[in-house]
């Protein structure tokens, strides 16, 4: 028998240690058993789900590839793609142009330009049944402001159309800053008219908003349009952040566009005039040089026809006072020398003339970081190839501008090398001008050699030729910037586009909200909420609530799960175990029966029924026990030495508070007759008997520690089969740790729902220091009904003890009295109060000892 029980000890700790590794029974138990609870929250997160996904306004995606042309890495650069080529191995690599591209196409100014073309900045939207819809080109009116007030536009202007008998009343409202820019407030102001028909004007502080009937569908009476308008700085905000992108491949100059908006159609759209406003920036940029240039030859052109015009006016007028017709040639050899030379002279006078223009130009403060005029017949190839690359360089910084300040990093070299450039050309035009002045005067000194030789040569005749010579020189750089300008005219009308659409911008689908992605979160947190409610609570939770819960707190048996017995089952002493009947109850008891003795150790009759506090139904379930050995034909006493506060006498319905136990544990030495005096017939069963508490005595702990207690035992022992003690809770007072010497058996009752977890720290306290004899767990109060603790199957559609699986009076606190009560002193207190209990009589005195 003990090498069994140490058997059934071993399992039950191993039984515990793998429900506490993996407990999947619970698990699965929680999910069955509040199936309902998941099935409504997958449904509200479905249906939350859907109804978003139904009222969400959707964004969708469009994309195109833009091929932009880069003309500065041209293989015929030979200097400079030399060495790119040397330094990437023969690789193509246009990343640094491509990158400066795709940084101007996110630019918020191309963006605004962009949406200026299409009007993006006015919103339309028309009332649904549910939501505002938004409308994209098939809007039945159009709304603007002027574009002189449209670019001060500071807030959104809000409107609403309602169409009523084919009249249209317009509300809405702007606002506007009154004051000064340091102490501005906003003041709003509202809009409330009525339109016989469109077009219609509006006149407001912020600019004339104009309304017109376009060729969509007619608004519908009684419903409403929605319109906004913003600046279109405002709104290139937006477009801005929506657009990316990207390089398609580090070996190629094509963009990838890809934007997000609610309406696809506006969103091609937008990429198709994207590419054209980025293109007409880039010609814009590309033609800069060219206007600059030519804006310089009209300036230079006004300049040289007037002195030319001068240059004729002083030669007719010569010719007029010296009456000259045709001049004399003196000499052939001399003359031709003479020309040869002048015409040597004229070009090195106009080459400096050029220098001192270019240099004039480039002093100018206005003209600092700007295009220089080239093509104009500079002959010197340094002059020209320095103001080519500072050409180049600034129209490099001036891009970069566009997006980026002065300050930024990207800037600040080009910036330095635009004045080292610009010390170069400096130095070189002096040069240059030097180099010219030192050829002329050489010129100068060979023409006047042979000038010398015709000295016989009147004077008009020198005079004549002097004025000639300047005409010459006037004439021919005339001449030559006429040619120039044609020349930069025909470069100006060839300019080409710098980016090209491969194909049509791409309608990408939806991209938000994902469908598919919402309902499975919707659904995954459907069944995750329960989970998580269900585990909160199961943390939360202090008191057991079944098997299980003991199970796992505990490695002791558990002899018995009694479960709560309706009002309709219980007889006199709520007795539920009666004689040739086959319920639940009877059912329960008789397995705790089973259990009882077969942990009893072999001769053994004592058996202890005890708790951690009152209420957990110890009485209850000690006088049903007593009552199903007493079915045995087996003689039973059922002891109730819980003495602070009795209740076997008002449980068995006996009037009589003056018999019981601590009659004889007054007295030194009590004999077998005194024993029997004491005892009274239950009433419920011949076999069983009643010893109970008797008067209530003012020191019920040390009453119960005399040896009398013993011999009482003694006796009871040679006469019972099987001795029922009911003792007070062992968590509130250490009378039953007294009494624990004399029973051989203790069943530590717990209830469901009612007896704390931390209570087990006491009951295992109590094994593990054999301060109780042979403990095992009994749980109280479990209710069948709640389908919560694995026993359903097992009583609740076997026969007819479903019936009992109903709630009732038993097992109310009130019921079972309180030991918080135990006098001044807690639990542990003082016993006065015992002498007025409500169980015992008033009149009565108490035992004194």
């Given at each position: ?30 999910l ?11 449904i509200?997160?479905?249906?939350i ?30 200097g400079?793609?030399?060495?790119l080529?040397?330094?990437t191995l ?8 491509i ?58 202007v ?13 509300t ?10 340091e ?41 409403a ?61 590309k ?48 003359v ?36 220089l ?9 340094t ?64 023409f ?113 799960d ?48 005890t ?44 009037d ?23 005892i ?81 720290d ?9 301060k109780l ?77």
């Amino acid at each position: 028998m003990e090498e069994n029980k140490k058997v059934g000890l071993y399992n039950s700790q191993q039984d515990v240690e793998e429900s506490s590794s993996l407990n999947l029974q619970l698990i699965y138990k929680t999910l069955v058993l509040n199936w309902q609870w998941f099935v409504l929250s997958v449904i509200i997160c479905l249906g939350i789900a859907f109804a978003y996904l139904r009222y969400t306004t959707p964004m969708y995606q469009a994309s195109a590839k833009l091929l932009i042309k880069d003309d500065d890495n041209q293989p015929t650069r030979s200097g400079k793609s030399a060495l790119l080529a040397s330094n990437t191995l023969g690789i193509m690599s246009n990343s640094t142009g491509i990158d400066n591209e795709m940084e101007i196409l996110k630019s918020t100014r191309l963006a605004e330009q962009t949406c200026r073309d299409l009007k993006l900045y006015v919103t339309y939207k028309v009332e649904g049944r549910v939501k505002t819809n938004l409308v994209y080109g098939n809007e039945p009116i159009s709304a603007d402001i002027d574009p002189m007030h449209l670019e001060k536009l500071k807030n959104p202007v809000s409107l609403e159309i309602t169409s009523q008998n084919r009249k249209y009343h317009i509300t809405g409202q702007y606002t506007t800053v009154s004051g000064s820019e340091e102490n501005s407030a906003p003041v709003k102001y509202s809009i409330d008219r009525t339109a016989d028909r469109m077009p219609y004007t509006i006149n407001t502080s912020i600019g004339i908003i104009t309304l017109k009937r376009t060729t969509a569908k007619a608004l519908p009476d009684g419903k409403a349009m929605k319109i906004t308008i913003m600046s279109p700085s405002m709104t290139a905000i937006k477009y801005a952040n929506s657009l990316s992108v990207s390089q398609t491949s580090k070996t190629t100059t094509i963009a990838q566009l890809v934007l997000n908006d609610e309406i696809p159609q506006r969103a091609i759209d937008y990429l198709k005039q994207l590419s054209v406003c980025y293109n007409r920036q880039a010609n814009e940029d590309k033609n800069e040089i060219a206007l600059r240039t030519e804006q310089f030859i009209n300036t230079r052109l006004e300049k040289i026809n007037s002195e030319l015009g001068q240059t004729e006016g002083s030669l007719e007028s010569t010719k007029r006072h010296y009456r000259i017709v045709d001049p004399k040639i003196n000499s052939t050899t001399a003359v031709t020398n003479t020309e040869t030379f002048n015409q040597k002279l004229a070009e090195m006078n106009t080459q400096i003339q050029l220098l001192y223009s270019i240099s004039e130009y480039l002093n100018e403060p206005s003209n600092k970081y700007q295009t220089l005029p080239s093509n104009v017949g500079l002959t010197d190839p340094t002059s020209a190839t320095l103001i080519n690359k500072y050409n180049e360089i600034v129209m490099q910084r001036n891009r970069l501008l566009r997006t980026a300040s002065e300050t930024s990093p990207a800037v600040i070299p080009l910036t330095a090398q635009l004045d080292e450039l610009i010390s170069s050309i400096r130095r070189a035009m002096t040069q240059a001008q030097r180099n010219n002045e030192i050829q002329r005067n050489s010129i100068q000194q060979q023409f006047n050699t042979y000038a010398n030789q015709i000295a016989s040569t009147p004077e008009q005749e020198r005079i004549l030729t002097q004025i000639g010579r300047q005409q010459e020189v006037k004439s021919g750089l005339y001449l030559m910037l006429l040619q120039k300008r044609e020349e930069n005219s025909i470069s100006l009308a060839a300019t080409a586009d710098k980016g090209k659409l491969i194909d049509e911008p791409q309608f990408g689908g939806k991209i938000s909200p994902k469908s598919a992605i919402i309902m499975l979160v919707a659904l995954i947190l459907g069944l995750a909420i329960p989970v998580g409610i269900l585990f909160i609570i199961n943390f939360l939770r202090y008191k057991i609530e079944g098997h299980d819960d003991v199970a796992n707190l505990t490695s002791l048996p558990i002899i018995g799960d009694i479960a709560i017995a309706s009002e309709t089952a219980k007889t006199k002493a709520d007795i539920v175990v009666h004689e040739n009947k086959n319920n639940l109850m009877e059912e329960i008891f008789r397995s705790l029966r089973v259990n009882i003795q077969f942990l009893l150790p072999e001769d053994k009759k004592a058996i202890m029924f005890t708790s951690t506090s009152s209420g957990e139904g110890k009485t209850f379930t000690a006088a049903n026990v007593a009552v199903s050995f007493a079915l045995l034909d087996k003689k039973v006493v059922l002891i109730s030495l819980d003495i602070r506060k009795p209740r076997l006498a008002e449980l068995f319905e006996i009037d009589d508070h003056r018999h019981g136990i601590t009659n004889l544990l007054t007295k030194s030495a009590p004999t077998e007759a005194d024993v029997n005096g004491q005892i009274v017939q239950s009433g419920i069963n011949k076999n069983l008997d009643i010893l109970m508490a008797g008067p209530i005595p003012p020191n019920p702990t040390e009453l119960v520690s005399r040896n009398s207690l013993d011999m009482i035992f003694e006796i009871l022992k040679s006469k019972y089969d099987y001795i029922i003690i009911d003792t007070a809770p062992v968590g509130l007072v250490t009378d039953t740790l007294q009494i624990a010497r004399v029973a051989d058996m203790t069943v530590y009752i717990c209830r469901a729902d009612y007896t704390a977890k931390s209570s087990f720290d006491l009951i295992n306290g109590l094994s593990s220091e054999k301060k109780l004899p042979n403990i095992a767990i009994a749980i109280n109060g479990i209710d069948m009904a709640k389908k919560k603790y694995g026993y359903y199957y097992g009583y609740g559609k076997y026969g007819k003890y479903g019936k009992y699986a109903k709630y009732g009076n038993y097992g109310k606190n009130g019921s079972y009295g309180s030991y918080g009560n135990y006098g001044k002193y807690g639990a542990y207190g003082s016993y006065g109060s015992y002498s007025n209990s409500s169980y015992g009589d008033k009149n009565d005195t108490s035992i004194k000892v």
